[in-house]
């Protein structure tokens, strides 16, 4: 497995190569490039579809310190520098739209496009970061166990995958899982900036998600200059692209043969 060494960290990555135009995908929290798999595999060939795992996630070898999303916005553009990419379309998932706003933000000449899936540009209201403190407890004392029957199911939905994510979550360190969503609590507001951001950009949602409500889609819809389209995923959670592939590959394939 190829890594990138960008900003001190060791970032796994996987490219399928070719000249198709470049699509970079980053995961939601929690999870890792694994989930991609089956964005790449309708994609792969027409695009050059790169994924990756942040830090505190998956193969990648990071220094174990908490981060800010600006952070890993900084990392991706590393990983483009890496890759030799001048321009890439960014599709996120959750955190992994956090940051690819921010991305959109700090480097916006270097970004063609936005896929924002499930994802929102505000913080978190009390309610739910009182929630996430305990569900980092509960990493840190209890390990994946411990939070794994109400959190797999606000996560992913589908029980017949629930095996497989939680499997990862056992081959993590219970500090790393427990940071991870510590991370996931630090985010910044930045909705009052989402008028600078005027690439164009596709917004998909699951339409009974909890720990993002439609409604923070909906805003992203609203107040990005360049937001086509919100694909609302009817009786999806928080994980459409991973639940639901087929119901956001089409929109998805529609919009990058368009943008990218």
């Known amino acids: 497995m190829p890594f990138a060494s960008v900003n001190g960290q060791q970032l796994c990555f996987e490219d399928t190569g070719g000249d198709g135009p ?8 929690l999870m890792n490039r694994q989930m991609w798999v089956p964005q790449v595999e309708a994609l792969r060939g027409e695009f050059r579809c790169v994924v990756w795992d942040e830090r505190l996630h998956g193969r990648t070898k990071d220094d174990g310190a908490l981060y800010t999303y600006w952070d890993s ?12 990419v001048e321009r890439a379309t960014l599709v996120g998932h959750s955190q992994g739209g956090f940051l690819s706003l921010r991305a959109a933000l700090r480097a916006p000449d270097r970004i ?16 739910a970061l009182t929630q996430m403190s305990g569900v980092s407890e509960g990493f840190r004392t209890g390990g994946p166990d411990a939070v794994a029957p109400a959190l797999l199911g606000m996560l992913l939905g589908e029980p017949e995958i629930h095996h497989d ?23 910044d507001d930045i909705s009052a900036r989402l008028g600078e951001i005027t690439q164009p ?44 592939p087929d119901q956001v590959n089409g929109p998805l394939s529609a919009f990058l043969r368009h943008s990218a």
């Open 22 to 29: 470049v699509v970079v995908f980053s995961h939601g929290n």
């Open 165 to 187: 994510w939680l499997r990862t979550w056992h081959e993590q360190p219970q500090e790393r899982l427990a940071d991870a969503v510590a991370v996931l609590m630090g985010v």
């Open 73 to 84: 916005a900084d990392d991706l553009l590393g990983l483009l520098d890496h890759l030799g």
């Open 201 to 244: 950009a596709l917004i998909v949602h699951g339409q009974v998600d909890q720990p993002v409500p439609l409604p923070l889609g909906q805003m992203l819809r609203d107040r990005l200059p360049g937001a086509s389209e919100l694909i609302v995923v009817p009786g999806a959670g928080h994980t459409p692209s991973l639940t639901h």
């Open 112 to 127: 063609k496009a936005l896929v924002l899936i499930d994802t929102a540009a505000v913080a978190w209201p009390q309610e």
